[in-house]
């Protein structure tokens, strides 16, 4: 499953920590209903267009990840100390 655990991690510690609950639910939805690991690569690199249920202001944010506007060197997935990190 390396396509969605890579670029979901990258975008969960980019994003998850300032996600209403209504974008938690859909990035939720999104990392678990479809079958295909592939697919969700596919829609984000906009290598093939995305179903309607999964067309919202989620798979637009990690479409602009996608993107890599910064030529940022993605060569590994995030460290995972972002999920202990304090809020406050």
Do not use: G, H
Request: aromatic share 12%.
């Amino acid at each position: 499953a390396y396509p969605r655990a890579f670029s979901c991690s990258l975008f969960a510690k980019e994003n998850l920590n300032r996600m209403d609950e209504q974008q938690l639910n859909l990035y939720d939805r999104l990392i678990n209903e479809p079958s295909n690991d592939w697919d969700i690569y596919y829609w984000a690199t906009e290598a093939k267009p995305t179903p309607a249920v999964f067309d919202n202001e989620v798979m637009a944010m990690l479409k602009e990840l996608a993107k890599n506007k910064k030529k940022e060197q993605r060569l590994r997935q995030p460290d995972l100390e972002y999920l202990f990190e304090s809020t406050n």
